[in-house]
C-alpha cells in the first residue's frame, strides 16, 4: 500500500499531467482547424472527377453577407474522400466533420447512383450520417455560394427551410443519410430528398406555382448570380430508385407523401376552384389529420395499396367577401368546399401513385412490407408487385369545429 | 480466511456494470452481420448458455461453500494441479481481455477524439488496469456498486432517444434467416461471452445469503434482457444499416429530435458507458492477476498486477494494427478453447469436498462461521 501510495499514484498522474500539456491528448489546435458546416458534392462529367464545395464557419464581427462566398473552399478529386483530403492539402487547415449538418447532391449527380456518392458518408466516422441530406437543381456549389437575406451563411438558412418540418407543416421531405441510406437497402431499393431551387427574393410565388406541374421541368428561377438575394423553395421532392433519381413529386405530391410518416397540425393544402357565397375562388385549407392508414395487403388475393385518409378541413383563406359570421376561424367549410378537397386529395394521390408505377419506383415500401408481412409470398412476387399493385383511397373531409387557430 | 468478501449484491452489480456494456460496443453489429434482424436470438442462445453455466457454478457454490476455486483445485488435483489450473486460466482471462481492451480503445478514439491518436495516449489505461486488480476482486464489487449507475443511466438515456426514431417492422420477418446463419451468429459473436469463469472465480470470495442462485441467475438473466432489448432497438433504428453500426452507443442516440434541437445530448450516455467499460475491459485483466498470485509467490501484491497489465499493454501495442486477423483468428481457432474452459466447471461433478469432508459437524459449523 505504501509503494502505491508513494510511487503508483504520483506516477500515474505525473504521466496523465505528461500527455495533457505535452500533446493535449491528440486534439488539433482550433487555428489549424476548419470547421465544415456544410458540404456540396458535384460532379464533371467531361472528367468524372467530384467536386467537393465546404462551407466553413468563420467567427466574424461582421454580418456582410459577401463573406459567404470567401467561405467555401472547394476541391476535386477521383472519390469524395479525395476531394476533401485535396482541401486538407492544399489549404493547410484540418477539415472538421464533426459539425457538418447538411450535405447537398448536385443536379449532376442524381442521374447515377448517388450511393456511389454516400457510401463515403456511411462508412466514416468523421461526418455523422445524422446529417441533412438534399439535391439541388443546378450545382451544389452555386446553391452554397448564393447569397439570401435568411442568414449570412447560405447553408444555415438552408438547413433552417429543410428542418422547418419539425413544426409539421409536412411540406419538406426531409431526410438524413442514414434513412437514406437505409432506404437504398431495403427491399423497397427507394429514397426521396428535398429538391432545393433558388428562388430570387420576393419572387418567391414562382416557387408555389411550380408546384402545379409535375415539376421535373418546371420550377423556380435558377439563379446563380451573386449580386442577387436569394431564397430556397425545397418543396418539391426528388424520388430515387435503386440509387438513381427517377422523377420528381410536386409540392403538394410531396405533402400527401409526407403525411404518411408524420403528423399534420398546421398543414395547408390548396383547391384551384371552388364555390363559395355563389363565387367562385382558389382557396386555401387548413387540414388537421384525425386517422390515416397507409398499407399494403391482400384482397381477393389481389395485392392492394390501401390509402385512408380522414381529414379536418377548415378555409383559411379565399378571394371571397363574406359576411363577418362566415370569416375564419368560426366558419366551418362547406359541403361543396369538402367535396373539393376530397377530389383534389385524391386526384393528387392517384396521379402520383400512377407516376411512380411508370419508373418503377417503390417509394410507398410495398417490396419491404411484403417482405416483412407477407414473406411466404415474397419470392414469387417481388418482380412485379408495384405494376400489379392497385391503390385504393378512401379520402374523408369533414368540416372543422374547433375554435383553435 | 479470505480478506477479498463481496456481497451478492455486487456479483449481480459486476453483470450490469461491467460486462454489460462491452457486450454493446461492436457484439451487436457483428451479430447482424450473421443473424441480420434476428441478431437477438444470436445473442439470447449465448446469454442462455452462459447463465446456465453461472446457474451450474452456483450450484458448486453451495457443494463447496466457503472455498475459493484454487483451494477446490489443490484440494482435489494437489500443488501442481492448482498451479496448471491457475497458468490455464491465466492465459484465458489475458486472451479474453485483448478484444475488448482494443474495441475500447477504438470506442474511445471515435468518441472523443477528431484525429487518430498515438497508441500510447491509450496505454494509461494499463496503469488503471494495473491498480484496479490491485485492489482485488472486492474492489471490483465495490466498484460494481457506483458504476452500475453509470451503464444503466447510459443505456436508458440511449434507448430513449432512440426509440423515438425506430421502426419496429424492422425486426421482421423472424422466419426468414435461416437457423444456420443464426446458430453462426451466435458463434462469431461468443468471444464477447464466455461469463461464466467470471463466476467461477468469485466462489468462495462473497459472502452466502439466502436464494443466493436465483439473485445471481436472475440478475444475470435480466441484463442479458436489458442487452437485447439494447439490440433490439439498434435494429429497429437501423435496419438494412446495424451491421455497419460498430461501437453503437456513439451512433444510437443522435438521431433523436431532442439532439437535433438541443445539440449532443446523447454524449453524457456515452461518456458514462466510456467509463463502465474501463473498468469492464480490464475486468478480465483483475482475474488474470488473481490467477497469477496463485500461480507465483510474489513477494508483493502489486506485482502480478503490474506483470498483467505490462504484458497486455505490450501484446496490445505490437499487434494492434492487426486487429482484424486477429479477431478473425480468434472466431475461427480460439472460441473452442473459450468453450472448454468455460465448460471447465462441470469436472467439478466429480469432485469431492475433501476440506469439509474431513471435518466433524462441529468443526464444520465453526468453519462455516468464520467464512461469514
Redesign the interface.
Known amino acids: 500500500m505504501r509503494f502505491l501510495r508513494t510511487y503508483f499514484l504520483p506516477i500515474l498522474i505525473a504521466f496523465a499531467m505528461l500527455l495533457f500539456f505535452t500533446h493535449d491528448f491528440g486534439l488539433i489546435d482550433i487555428e489549424h482547424t476548419a470547421i465544415i458546416v456544410a458540404f456540396g458534392v458535384d460532379k464533371d462529367q467531361i472528367t468524372g472527377e467530384y467536386e467537393i464545395s465546404t462551407q466553413i464557419a468563420i467567427p466574424q464581427a461582421s454580418t456582410d453577407n459577401t463573406s459567404n462566398s470567401e467561405s467555401i473552399i472547394s476541391a476535386k478529386g477521383k472519390t469524395p474522400g479525395e476531394a476533401l483530403d485535396m482541401i486538407a492539402v492544399t489549404t493547410g487547415w484540418y477539415p472538421l466533420l464533426a459539425f457538418c449538418n447538411i450535405v447537398i447532391l448536385g443536379e449532376s449527380i442524381l442521374s447515377e447512383n448517388v450511393m456511389d456518392v454516400l457510401n463515403y458518408f456511411i462508412r466514416t466516422d468523421r461526418l455523422p450520417d445524422s446529417a441533412t441530406l438534399c439535391a439541388c437543381k443546378g450545382s451544389a456549389k452555386d446553391l452554397l455560394l448564393t447569397d439570401t437575406p435568411l442568414d449570412s451563411v447560405s447553408s444555415f438558412a438552408l438547413q433552417k427551410i429543410l428542418e422547418q418540418d419539425y413544426a409539421k407543416l409536412d411540406r419538406i421531405a426531409n431526410i438524413n443519410i442514414k434513412n437514406f441510406a437505409d432506404g437504398y437497402f431495403s427491399k423497397s431499393e427507394r429514397g426521396f430528398l428535398p429538391f432545393v431551387k433558388t428562388v430570387a427574393s420576393g419572387d418567391s410565388k414562382n416557387a408555389s406555382n411550380s408546384g402545379n406541374g409535375d415539376g421535373e421541368n418546371e420550377g423556380g428561377e435558377q439563379n446563380s448570380s451573386a449580386d442577387k438575394n436569394d431564397v430556397y423553395d425545397a418543396s418539391s421532392a426528388a424520388i430515387f430508385s435503386k440509387g438513381k433519381k427517377v422523377t420528381i413529386l410536386s409540392p403538394e405530391e410531396t405533402l400527401l407523401f409526407n403525411l404518411k410518416d408524420k403528423n399534420s397540425i398546421d398543414t395547408f393544402i390548396k383547391v384551384d376552384e371552388i364555390e363559395l357565397n355563389g363565387e367562385k375562388t382558389p382557396a386555401l385549407l387548413e387540414i388537421d389529420e384525425t386517422y390515416k392508414k397507409f398499407g399494403f395487403k391482400f384482397e381477393n388475393d389481389k395485392p392492394v395499396y390501401e390509402i385512408e385518409l380522414e381529414v379536418q378541413c377548415r378555409i383559411v383563406s379565399a378571394n371571397v367577401n363574406l359576411p363577418v359570421s362566415e370569416l375564419f376561424p368560426s366558419a366551418e367549410a362547406p359541403e361543396e368546399v369538402l367535396k373539393a378537397a376530397e377530389e383534389k386529395i385524391t386526384d393528387t394521390l392517384t396521379k402520383m401513385y400512377r407516376k411512380l408505377q411508370l419508373a418503377d419506383c417503390d417509394l410507398f415500401g410495398i417490396k419491404n412490407t411484403l417482405y416483412r408481412f407477407h414473406y411466404p409470398k415474397y419470392e414469387s412476387l417481388k418482380d412485379d408487385i408495384i405494376q400489379s399493385t392497385t391503390l385504393k383511397t378512401k379520402i374523408v373531409c369533414k368540416a372543422k369545429t374547433t375554435t383553435r387557430v | 480466511m479470505n480478506k477479498d468478501k463481496m456481497y451478492v449484491r455486487q456479483i449481480c452489480f459486476l453483470f450490469g456494470a461491467f460486462i454489460l456494456p462491452v457486450k454493446l460496443i461492436t457484439m451487436p453489429a457483428l451479430a447482424a452481420k450473421y443473424a441480420s434482424e434476428d441478431l437477438w436470438i444470436s445473442a439470447f442462445l449465448n446469454f442462455t448458455a452462459d447463465g446456465a453455466m453461472i446457474w451450474f457454478i452456483c450450484g458448486l457454490a453451495k457443494k463447496f461453500e466457503g472455498m475459493t476455486v484454487f483451494e477446490i483445485a489443490e484440494s482435489n488435483f494437489g500443488k501442481a494441479g492448482k498451479t496448471i489450473f491457475s497458468v490455464l486460466f491465466f492465459l484465458f482471462f489475458m486472451a479474453k481481455a485483448y478484444l475488448p481492451l482494443i474495441e475500447h480503445r477504438n470506442f474511445v478514439e471515435?468518441s472523443l477524439?477528431?484525429?487518430?491518436?498515438?497508441l500510447w495516449?491509450f496505454l494509461?489505461i494499463f496503469?488503471?488496469a494495473?491498480?484496479f486488480s490491485?485492489k482485488g476482486l472486492r474492489g471490483a464489487g465495490r466498484a460494481a456498486d457506483i458504476m452500475i449507475w453509470f451503464s444503466v443511466s447510459g443505456i436508458v438515456i440511449l434507448a430513449a432517444l432512440s426509440v423515438s426514431v425506430a421502426d419496429f417492422?424492422n425486426l421482421?420477418?423472424v422466419?426468414?434467416v435461416p437457423v444456420a446463419n443464426i446458430l453462426n451468429g451466435s458463434l462469431k459473436t461468443s468471444l464477447w461471452f464466455f461469463d461464466s469463469p467470471y463466476m467461477l472465480f468469485l466462489l468462495g470470495h462473497f459472502k452466502p445469503e439466502k436464494k443466493q442462485t436465483s439473485k445471481i441467475v436472475g440478475a444475470y438473466f435480466g441484463f442479458a434482457a436489458v442487452a437485447i432489448v439494447y439490440m433490439l432497438i439498434l435494429q429497429c433504428e437501423?435496419?438494412?444499416?446495424t451491421e455497419?453500426q460498430f461501437?453503437t452507443p456513439?451512433k444510437m442516440g443522435?438521431?433523436s429530435?431532442s439532439?437535433?434541437?438541443i445539440g449532443r445530448i446523447d454524449y453524457i450516455a456515452v461518456c458514462s458507458i466510456v467509463m463502465s467499460c474501463i473498468f469492464g475491459v480490464t475486468l478480465p485483466l483483475v482475474f488474470a492477476s488473481v490467477c497469477l498470485e496463485k500461480t507465483f509467490p510474489f513477494k508483493?501484491k502489486?506485482t502480478p498486477c503490474l506483470i498483467t497489465s505490462t504484458v497486455a499493454g505490450a501484446v496490445i501495442a505490437f499487434t494492434e494494427d492487426y486487429y482484424f486477423t486477429i479477431r478473425n483468428i480468434f472466431q475461427e481457432c480460439v472460441v473452442p478453447f473459450f468453450a472448454a474452459f468455460t465448460l471447465f466447471p462441470l469436472i467439478f461433478i466429480f469432485l469431492k469436498n475433501k476440506d469439509n469432508g474431513n471435518l466433524n459437524d462441529k468443526q464444520f459449523k465453526e468453519k462455516k462461521e468464520c467464512a461469514f
Do not use: C, M, Q, W
Open positions: 471515435i477524439y477528431e484525429t487518430t491518436p498515438a495516449i494509461p496503469l488503471f494495473a491498480f490491485y417492422s421482421l420477418p422466419t426468414d437501423f435496419g438494412t444499416l455497419r461501437f456513439i443522435k438521431y429530435v439532439v437535433s434541437n508483493h502489486i
